[in-house]
């Protein structure tokens, strides 16, 4: 199947820096990519969809000032979340379709922890 | 709008025995369905989906799925459970407009 890998897979920061997050799609293009936060021991919540070469999409309630999405190449979306609080600390994770406009699978990057001290 | 409800946090069963994971889905139009699997510290990995096509669905390691519209429901089974089936299982469903919603997960315990 196809492969997204994300980097870096943990980071460890201090509050009120911020840190950037890279998704790669390595064999496909993807037009589309989604950013997922997942607390511990919690489903993953849906923070936002990145559209290549376009403005993301956000969820109702993620702060788009905070998370800040860029997808300016069909294999690569970035999130930098911008000065980052401990309450920002979590498991952050991308996916995409290897396939843009049918209902495939979506493939998962293997997550990135972010920790904030 | 389209969700999915996980029925029990974690289950637990012996090994060889029986794993049963409920899911059921809300959804306006003909859903989508998907089980995936995580395992720690890692992201998630398909087991199976429907998508429209035969209702029984089987996927990777032995699992399997039904789709039972009248039910509302995608329940995961595998007949004989094994240790490295200790996982997170996560229910997902999508529409046309491919957007997926997770459900909360429900976490698999295989005692020896």
């Known amino acids: 199947g196809a492969v997204v890998s994300q980097h870096p897979s943990w980071v460890i920061c201090k509050s009120g820096t911020s840190v950037k997050i890279e998704c790669r799609s390595l064999?496909?293009?993807?037009?589309?990519m989604f950013w997922y936060r997942q607390f511990p021991k919690q489903s993953l919540m849906l923070m936002a969809t990145?559209?290549?070469?376009?403005?993301?999409?956000?969820e109702q309630g993620v702060e788009k000032d905070k998370f800040l999405i860029n997808h300016a190449s069909l294999t690569l979306s970035t999130l930098t979340v911008t000065s980052a609080h401990p309450e920002d600390s979590s498991f952050y994770i991308c996916?995409?379709?290897?396939?843009?406009?049918?209902?495939?699978?979506?493939?998962f990057g293997e997550g990135s922890r972010l920790t904030v001290l | 709008a389209q969700s999915v409800t996980q029925l029990g946090s974690h289950v637990s069963v012996s090994e060889g025995a029986l794993v049963l994971l409920r899911c059921n889905y809300s959804?306006?139009?003909?859903?989508?369905l998907f089980w995936y699997v995580q395992y720690p510290n890692q992201g998630l990995q398909l087991l199976l989906k429907?998508?429209?096509?035969?209702?029984l669905v089987k996927g990777i390691n032995g699992f399997e799925a039904e789709f039972k519209k009248s039910e509302t429901s995608f329940h995961l089974t595998k007949p004989s459970a094994h240790m490295s089936d200790a996982a997170e299982y996560f229910c997902?469903?999508?529409?046309?407009?491919?957007?997926?919603?997770f459900g909360a997960g429900t976490r698999l315990t295989v005692k020896p």
């Open positions: 990145s559209n290549e070469g376009s403005k993301a999409t956000y």
């Open positions: 959804s306006s139009v003909p859903p989508y």
């Open positions: 429907y998508t429209s096509a035969a209702t």
């Open positions: 996916s995409a379709r290897d396939q843009p406009g049918s209902v495939g699978e979506l493939f």
């Open positions: 064999d496909f293009q993807a037009t589309t």
């Open positions: 997902a469903v999508s529409d046309h407009n491919n957007d997926m919603r």
